[in-house]
């Protein structure tokens, strides 16, 4: 599509939004996301399925692709008895497209459905889920992978896309649904004991020596943590939370990823034997556990030079030297200091009563807040100029990791406790460890009202979110 009938096609969409009129048209011609109650295969064979929920029957939910600078239309419809929406993880799309309840869409009700549409401005690695009650919808298997495609993709020979989550399990294969209990709040959120890929336990997957394999990896769970491994291989980190990098050898323990973020690697196979090639993670004390297995075939060679570098999505570089400073406080959790918040930004109380009587255990500055809707009322944590530059210090006073992810934006990681990186990490979600402060920088590019929360799901449940507003 030429760039002005592109833009005309965007006004005209703008005026129908306006004026009202009915865009069914365009929904029909995109995705149809259905959210439902189905069957997963998670365990081993001889264990009975899981009853989960997902888009379209599918455990992720169905692989959408965009090319860059296109439109992604899609229709989210809601089969569940509870309310739900679809937010973009990492996508800059226009505020009221990002699938917030109460703060930027009401609640897509039993039955009810709401269509998305934005341009993909940014090539990359990205994913979809729903953001109400999050901690149990996401956990119960709603979540999926959004590709935006390069205008000119890197040369591959195939393409695997790893969706990582874990589950909590009993031997009946059934879900145990002890969510929002206070002791995943304080901790390291809801960890499941049962590790998939895909939605299965150590799955495998088929390729041919001597391929290159772009492997998309993408952490949705709660709050799990992925350092991945991938014995004897040459790897390349391509991307980062689908913004690209010079290509990075990935070197055991380099690569971390919280929930929520995702990493484009580069494998080129080499595999001798007709064993297969075992994908571990270490991340927790204890033997590395089982993601998936390569079962590798052919005799062909690998190639030796490193993967090119993809090139830069269109993100407006922060204006360091004329930036503003804000400071970002996150306490609580169990073995902190937290003695008092303000619930809802209002009230002061005892840690105590806010954890017994609001299940809330988290602040950000001072705030607990109990709900979306309540966060709707609340006075926004900062009210940013469009087009301005800032710099965030996040620090983390308690004794649990965050992986702190913001709406709308993509930051640039500048440094950790003080010391610089060599070169600033464009990511949307960032991982602060105990006691740590990061620096983060964005132009306030992207008008509206954006999410501002922890993306361990239970931590977010318990008080740790706030948003921001842009304008
Ligand atoms: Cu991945 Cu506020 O979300
Ligand atoms: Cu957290």
Known sequence: MDLSRRAFLQSTLAGAALTGLPFAAQASTGHTLKAQKSVQQVLPDKYPPTDVWSYNGQIPGPVLRVKQGETFSARFENGLDVDSSIHWHGIRVPNNMDGVPFITQDPVKPNDHFDYQFVAKDAGTFWYHP?????????????????????DPIDVDAELIWM????RLGEDGKLIEDYQNLHDKAHGGRLGNVTAVNGSYNPTFDVENGARVRLRLINSSNARLYTPIIPDQSAWVIAFDGQPITPKKLEKGMLRLGPGMRADIIVDISHGTDTPLQVLDQTYRGDPVKLAQLKVKGSGKSRTSPPPI????PLSVPDLANAERKSVVYEGGAMGRLASAKLNGTTDMPLRDLAQQKGLVWATNGNAYASLMDLEKADRLFKLNLGKSYIFSLTNKSAWIHPIHLHGHTYQLLSRNGKKLDTPMWQDTVLIYPNETVEVAFVADNPGDWMFHCHILDHAASGMIAAIAVG
């Open 164 to 167: 990582l989550d874990d589950w």
């Open 131 to 151: 953001h109400l009650n999050s901690a149990e919808q996401v956990d119960r298997g709603l979540s999926g992978v959004l590709i935006v495609e390069e205008a």
């Open 310 to 313: 993809l090139a830069p999505n």
